[in-house]
């Protein structure tokens, strides 16, 4: 079963502007991990914050993890056409828990020219 | 470097036929690697986890004996669809994990199936 919830399910900006997607999640986690997909294309990891991290950055991303509230963030800054994409929230399980990746439902992010 | 190659990108079978897809690491070696489904517009389902040298892990409600999975080397996960059916078309996608544990994976560019 599915682990993650994102919303939003879309997401629609103009270039330059920011976007925000959130993840949240049901178990205890190990890390948390947001990949990007190009459209019928393999995934493609952006960033990693472990359960015992509260903010991460990386370049134009920023992810936060708020484990009291099983969510995370993504924030992408001054986004550019070229960041129009799939992204997805995974959360590892713990080794005890079968050390499983699992995926969010996805945030479907366009942003115009 | 840390390339995770799949084959075939695409492929169009008709039912009743098996289907077989590879995944390789290029430049690590992976003794474990994940075989994901995913439907038009949805997230990834994990299938199954497949162990060099080992039986897979499957997920539940994924048959085993609908979708094989065979790692005989430390580079070549395979997954056959058998008799294939056309609710079997999806995205098949492949990923292993070339650093430690808890590192994130990488994954094949994923295959079409389409059964017809």
């Known amino acids: 079963s599915q682990q993650g919830e994102e919303d939003p399910q879309a997401l629609s900006i103009q270039e330059g502007e920011n976007a925000t997607m959130n993840c949240s999640y049901k178990?205890?986690?190990?890390?948390l991990q947001w990949y990007r997909q190009n459209s019928g294309r393999g995934l493609v990891h952006l960033i990693l914050?472990?359960?015992?991290?509260r903010e991460k950055h990386s370049g134009r991303l920023r992810v936060t993890l708020d484990t009291s509230k099983k969510s995370s963030s993504l924030l992408i800054t001054a986004s550019r056409a070229a960041d129009t994409a799939s992204y997805f929230c995974?959360?590892?399980?713990?080794?005890?828990?079968?050390?499983?990746?699992?995926f969010g439902q996805g945030t479907e992010l366009s942003v115009k020219p | 470097g840390a390339v995770v190659s799949q084959h075939p990108s695409r492929v169009i079978c008709k039912s009743g036929t098996s289907v077989k897809i590879e995944c390789r690491s290029l430049?690590?070696?992976?003794?474990?690697m994940f075989w994901y489904r995913q439907f038009p517009k949805q997230s990834l389902m994990l299938m199954a986890t497949?162990?060099?040298?080992?039986?897979?892990?499957?997920e539940q409600g994924v048959e085993k004996d609908k979708f094989l999975i065979n790692h005989a080397s430390l580079t070549l996960s395979t997954l056959t669809v058998t008799s294939a059916h056309p609710e079997d078309s999806s995205f098949y996608i492949c990923?292993?994990?070339?650093?430690?544990?808890?590192?994130?994976?990488?994954f094949g560019n994923g295959t079409r199936l389409t059964v017809t």
């Open positions: 178990t205890s986690i190990n890390n």
């Open positions: 497949s162990n060099e040298g080992s039986k897979a892990t499957y």
């Open positions: 914050i472990r359960s015992n991290e």
């Open positions: 990923s292993a994990r070339p650093g430690p544990y808890n590192s994130p994976l990488h």
């Open positions: 995974a959360t590892k399980f713990p080794y005890n828990q079968g050390g499983k990746l699992i």
């Open positions: 430049d690590f070696q992976a003794t474990t």
